[in-house]
T-cell receptor, first 115, second 112 residues
Framework: DTGVSQDPRHKITKRGQNVTFRCDPISEHNRLYWYRQTLGQGPEFLTYFQNEAQLEKSRLLSDRFSAERPKGSFSTLEIQRTEQGDSAMYLC?????????????FGPGTRLTVL | SQKIEQNSEALNIQEGKTATLTCNYTNYSPAYLQWYRQDPGRGPVFLLLIRENEKEKRKERLKVTFDTTLKQSLFHITASQPADSATYLCALNAGNNRKLIWGLGTSLAVNP
């Protein structure tokens, strides 16, 4: 399977704990995105990378969230001191930007539940 | 402010009919617009892309139109089937390799 993969698929944690999610993009893709999605809403942009450079981070994102893409391949998203409001589906997408278009391929998501 | 609007209410149609979903935007001049399908508990899946200089794009039973004067895209599914039931998202890009901006999606239910 050469699609986008995410790990874990589900995570249940207690408030105040730290969690880390991993995303493996499609290998030749140069862009990687993280989104958060809650029921009935569209994907909410969190951050994105072009190769290993983090080009943008949502202003809505608190300092508890951090993402890395150390070698321009896989990426991790860490949430520190989780809160109940962090409960959501976290989606990763990758794309190969060329010809000015950015068609994104999504992973299955990681569903986070904060108790 | 810049925003994208999709039908907020769920669309229920009878099998075999044509489903039409709407995506309106304000204060953007997108270079292109995309439509994605999302099933419950899964990530969105790309369906179609239409550029600003294209009026219409087709793929099998799917058709997308793009009216830059009205700032609107319409997404049609002809001969709809229960398997088409899902949430459909539109997303647009304002050019210069900027990230996609997403609508909230419209839920479609096709009844047998």
């Amino acid at each position: 399977d050469t699609g986008v993969s995410q790990d874990p698929r589900h995570k249940i944690t207690k408030r105040g704990q730290n969690v880390t999610f991993r995303c493996d993009p499609i290998s030749e893709h140069n862009r990687l995105y993280w989104y958060r999605q809650t029921l009935g809403q569209g994907p909410e942009f969190l951050t994105y990378f072009q190769n290993e450079a983090q080009l943008e981070k949502s202003r809505l994102l608190s300092d508890r969230f951090s993402a890395e893409r150390p070698k321009g391949s896989f990426s991790t998203l860490e949430i520190q001191r989780t809160e109940q409001g962090d409960s959501a589906m976290y989606l990763c997408a990758s794309s190969l930007v060329r010809g000015g278009t950015d068609t994104q391929y999504f992973g299955p998501g990681t569903r986070l539940t904060v108790l | 402010s810049q925003k994208i609007e999709q039908n907020s209410e769920a669309l229920n149609i009878q099998e075999g009919k044509t489903a039409t979903l709407t995506c309106n935007y304000t204060n953007y001049s997108p270079a292109y617009l995309q439509w994605y399908r999302q099933d419950p508990g899964r990530g969105p899946v790309f369906l179609l892309l239409i550029r600003e200089n294209e009026k219409e794009k087709r793929k099998e039973r799917l058709k997308v139109t793009f009216d830059t004067t009205l700032k609107q895209s319409l997404f049609h599914i002809t001969a709809s089937q229960p398997a088409d039931s899902a949430t459909y998202l539109c997303a647009l890009n304002a050019g210069n390799n900027r990230k996609l901006i997403w609508g909230l999606g419209t839920s479609l239910a096709v009844n047998p």
